[in-house]
């Protein structure tokens, strides 16, 4: 199957700082990615649809100034969390689609935690 | 909008066993649906899907049940194996794989040697 790829896995942040994490799919392109939130023992939260060439579309309570997200290429989107705080730390997920539509792929996912 | 949840947050069962994790939805305009697992610190795998021109779709030892009528759905995993142990998510949209998925609270299996 298709493979979609996030990097880093893991990542540690000073509060304040801003983190990228990046959404790749490997082989295959990728007009619409997603972008999940995950908190502990809870189910995943669309956060946003990043959309390549335009701006993403984000969902109710989520600030795009926070989290910056930017698809610049087919196979390419980032989450940038800026001004990172502890409560930013969470399980971030992306996914991405085929273009003929069938399933949604997702990447192995992010651990940020903010200290 | 979406709200699809889930009837059992955990479910445990011996091995070689048939489970059968469930889930609902509200929105009837949902037409895709999707159960994934999810190992820990992991993203979701997904598992099978089906749209709502079917009311039943069969996996290598899954089977997806739509009930459009009640708005339900299932996974069965027959022979369960300790490996199938995880969290269950079942997720639904109303255009394909390529619109945003809306999904449920997650189901807990696990299984017993």
């Known amino acids: 199957g298709a493979v979609v790829s996030q990097h880093p896995s893991r990542v540690i942040c000073k509060s304040g700082t801003s983190v990228k994490i990046e959404c790749r799919s490997l082989d295959f392109q990728a007009t619409t990615m997603f972008w999940y939130r995950q908190f502990p023992k809870q189910s995943l939260m669309l956060m946003a649809t990043?959309?390549?060439?335009?701006?993403?579309?984000?969902e109710q309570g989520v600030e795009k100034d926070k989290f910056l997200i930017n698809h610049a290429s087919l196979t390419l989107s980032t989450l940038t969390v800026t001004s990172a705080h502890p409560e930013d730390s969470s399980f971030y997920i992306c996914?991405?689609?085929?273009?003929?539509?069938?399933?949604?792929?997702f990447g192995q996912g992010t651990r940020l935690t903010v200290v | 909008g979406e709200n699809v949840g889930l009837h059992l947050p955990t479910l445990s069962v011996q091995e070689g066993d048939n489970s059968i994790i469930n889930c609902a939805y509200s929105n009837s305009a949902s037409d895709y649906f999707i159960w994934y697992k999810q190992e820990s610190g992991k993203g979701p795998q997904f598992i099978i899907d089906i749209r709502s021109n079917m009311d039943k779709r069969q996996g290598q030892r899954v089977t997806v049940l739509l009930n459009k009528t009640v708005k339900h759905l299932s996974l069965q995993i027959a022979a369960t194996q300790p490996g199938d142990s995880a969290v269950y998510f079942c997720?639904?949209?109303?255009?394909?794989?390529?619109?945003?998925?809306?999904f449920g609270k997650g189901t807990l299996l696990t299984v017993n040697p």
């Open positions: 990043s959309n390549e060439g335009s701006k993403a579309t984000y």
């Open positions: 997720a639904a949209s109303s255009g394909g794989s390529n619109y945003k998925l809306t």
């Open positions: 996914s991405a689609s085929t273009p003929l539509n069938t399933e949604a792929f």
